[in-house]
């Protein structure tokens, strides 16, 4: 039995399920929530899919956004919104998010960690909520979202009110994510079984195999961060969603459909639910020819090339890392291709290139290249497995140490850090990814897995946006732990119960043993004294 | 959106898929686990597309059975073995099973009714080794099934032993199965999570919305049925396994891939893991036209049919129980299709006509069907709601009584009871199901809901048996709490430290602060004093 003949074939079979698809789609009105960064790169093909398949697509905007834009060419109709903050603002936050998340973190304690972490969530909080103003508190948004009669809203959780609005609506929603913090919404709202023991808490940088300590912590860790949670972000939501309702309101924060984006290349085997759809690599797809950068690709010869990218969020380092990083390139025999919007390093070699934008996943896809070095975010790290090629991660911040540990515990990829790396660590690094066989044999590995299912993971996310179209909403996917309490679910009432039950009856067959034995007693007695 | 369009393409696309997907198979070589009545008849249609795509299928096929034949044209290869028992042995134990379900367990005790029940299933499982003796202690058997060189075991566990012949052979297993006691093997061993709050035990009765004295006897019911298969299945089968292998054996019972024959159309929404394949419905298909009856399903005009069986097993009831359905039948308007093999019943009605053998799919699937009435098997469920057609449930044992839970449940079907039901109690229930709208417009949605997937159950059954021998095996889709205690899965031993942990801190804090407050008290006095 042969992958290799079979994916292709499988693949054209998909077009023409896919081809079979869209005759018979009558064209739905779908609605999406704002997005940033790689939460709105990854939206993206999803819509243009959805938009060739017939649906009319329309993005609610924000007026300050640092990627969406309405000017740049777009099948999508655009819903204009008003935030009440400035870019400047948001740009200055973003600023001082990367400068502790690459710099300070690494000299802070814990506890100054908690105390700064704690004051930028609440900060993106004030953001999240700016944003809202100009939706659920405007009433010319609101008016035009209600004359929009759109079928569904599509919508990435981590901006919060989608859900209020699709009530307010009254459309289903699907939710499309990659996590919240200690998987929050989906163990409280979704309702996703989330075991500690096995399930490593998101940002934990555990695996799913955990010794005993590392199961404490994990343990620990889904409670430090749910108490986070609860103050920075449901408080807050709450009140917020109470004062648009003009009713006291206690937040459900779910949707009909959750588009989880890992599957289990990526992601650790853990349990799930019905409604919980792994759409991993929604955007990979087949490299295209390079006629940019393709001279420099084919001058590097046997040894091929490396890809290295520290992603769309991060524009610049300081000059020491830079230099530092370009000299360890320099010292490869590979060809470079970085993406880097800095100020060129002094020791720059002459096999490294910098770009300003590189075509990343068709640079993945050359069968030139030999390694990539990466933030560690999941589109990225998706395209390399789509490639199958192995990873060097220096990540950053949020899920990318996570991600990392996943890709290392894989046998794809090496880490080094950011921070305390010297020269010899990345060359090393870059050296043993491309030259310890394992770790490409371990690509290719990931590689197939994620070919390898019934569905590409984009035929999957838009079958279940037009299931949820189709059948307004997804009912018969809902578990019943919806209604119950937290205690209810974990069976603890009735555990009570029965331990109670049980204690009374051996207390009860106690008492008829002694009572039984004295009687005896009583009469033997009686009887001698006769 | 138009649900009506949508399907029939989407078939179309499915075959197209199939087709492309049949060309890319290189014939892989399977050995499928004898099984016996509904299980078997499950497992054909899987087995006969494998055959159709290309894959040899080798079928252990025991010399005592009371369905598998070798001597009926077929296309699968068979692999004989021998029973260590008569076909007269395992008939009476039948007989005795359907006396004791039908009839004597309406007039015991609970506490008989466990004692016999306890008695069935050690006389059964005698049985289950007396087939294992054919195949793992016949070293003809074992010898021919090693030269076989297969890439993978299909298996119902039901029918035990089929993991240590995997395992001996050195190949992936895959289980096919309907359900085992209260879950058992799929939560112990498939570690499937099944939080009795919302997950029904097999068998109960109970659906997914249960009020607390439901949860109770839940949650009770899954601590019985565990102690019961205990007794009467792990410790016989861990004895024989330990005396096949020559040395001390704990069982894990457990399968690459696990194809659950239920979907959300029939089962409750339910937690679930990566390797958990829910294909109910493999054997559905569209109806043929209907030579041997048709003129007698046309003569029923526009009060249309009702299809009536109990299924594969039964052969025979009662004179008094038969006469009675008879007469219920003779009471409405539509003409009847009764599948019976016992002595006609005096007051048949003009309406009614028995047959030895029914097209039950082809019936279910023509539009005058109107009902049908079902000892609620979950081969003819899926094929009634296949077509949607409601229901009229006469359980008997196993699986039956909470197959029609389900239906009545989701609307589709009224249940009678086969004991106390008079005449007008069932033609009660059919007219009910028959002229109250709801029954018939929740049966087409259960309809829609089994049509309206990505892939077709079939499809998706062979996808992962082809998955499984492209990949010899399915490791990545794996959980890692199969490495865990049940203590350490449920995280006892973390919360025990971390509470202990606790609990030293505020005794600590305590034992200071009272140091703290003496020290003070001490020095107050000794000023005082001075």
């Known amino acids: 039995i ?16 896919i081809l079979c698809m ?3 789609a009558n064209g739905g ?42 000017n740049e060419p777009s099948r999508f109709r655009y819903e204009p919104f008003n935030a009440s903050f400035s870019l400047e603002a948001m740009e200055t ?29 609440k900060t993106n909080m004030k953001f999240s909520l700016g944003y809202l103003d100009g939706v659920l508190k405007s009433d010319t948004t609101m008016k035009k979202l209600k004359e929009g009669n759109y079928d569904l809203l599509l919508a990435d959780p981590i901006y919060p009110g989608s859900d209020l609005t699709a009530e307010i609506l009254g459309i289903p929603l699907i939710f499309s994510l990659r996590f919240s913090i200690a998987n929050n919404w989906e163990r409280l709202c979704g309702q996703l079984p989330a075991p500690p023991s096995f399930v490593p808490a998101a940002m934990s940088k555990l695996t799913d195999k955990m010794n005993f300590s ?19 972000f449901w408080k807050e939501l709450d009140k917020y969603y109470s004062e648009v309702k003009g009713e006291s309101t206690l937040l459900q924060y779910t949707a009909d459909i959750w588009l989880m984006r890992t599957y289990w290349d990526f992601d650790f085997p853990r349990p799930f639910l019905p409604n919980f759809k792994f759409v991993g690599g929604i955007h990979c797809r087949l490299a295209k020819p390079l006629p940019e950068v393709g001279a420099f690709v084919q001058s590097s010869g046997n040894d ?20 530092m990083i370009a000299s360890a390139l320099s010292q490869i025999p590979q060809k470079v291709l970085w993406r880097y919007r800095g100020e060129k390093p002094k020791t720059l070699g002459a096999n490294t290139r910098i770009f300003d934008w590189i075509p990343q996943n068709d640079l993945l896809g050359h069968p030139k290249t030999r390694a990539f070095i990466t933030h560690g975010g999941t589109n990225g790290i998706y395209e390399a497995i789509y490639h199958g ?8 911040f949020v899920d990318q140490p996570d991600n990392m540990v996943h890709m290392k515990s894989k046998g794809a990829a090496v880490i080094v850090d950011f921070n305390s790396m010297k020269t010899e660590d990345l060359r090393d690094a870059v050296n043993t990814v491309i030259n310890e066989k394992s770790y490409k044999e371990n690509a290719m590995r990931l590689s197939s897995m994620h070919r390898d299912r019934p569905m590409s993971a984009r035929d999957e996310a838009v079958f279940w946006i037009e299931f949820t179209m189709r059948n307004k909403g997804a009912k018969h996917l809902r578990v019943q732990a919806h209604e119950l309490t937290w205690y209810q679910y974990h069976s603890l009432d009735v555990l009570g119960f029965v331990i109670t039950v049980v204690l009374l009856l051996i207390l009860l067959s106690i008492k008829t043993c002694k009572y039984c034995f004295r009687m005896c007693c009583n009469r033997k007695r009686k009887t001698k004294a006769e």
């Open 214 to 232: 590392e199961r404490v912590w994990n343990f620990v860790f889904y409670i430090l961060q749910d108490i986070v949670l609860d103050n920075v």
């Open 304 to 323: 091929g090339i490396v890809v290295f990218t520290l992603g769309s969020m991060i524009k610049n380092i300081t000059t020491e890392r830079a230099n």
């Open 22 to 24: 869209t005759s018979s």
């Open 29 to 70: 009105n779908i609605l999406v929530w704002y997005a940033e960064a790689s939460h709105w790169i990854n939206l993206k093909p999803v819509l243009e899919t959805l938009i060739d398949r017939g649906h009319q697509v329309t993005v609610l905007i924000p007026s300050v956004s640092m990627f969406m834009k309405t």
């Open 2 to 17: 042969n992958t290799g003949t079979m994916i292709p074939l499988f693949l054209s079979a998909t077009v023409l399920l």
């Open 93 to 121: 936050f973003m600023d001082k998010v990367f400068q502790f998340s690459m710099y300070e973190m690494d000299q802070m304690s814990y506890l100054q960690i908690y105390i700064k972490f704690m004051d930028m969530m």
């Open 389 to 396: 090629v192995p990873m060097v991660g220096i990540p950053m």
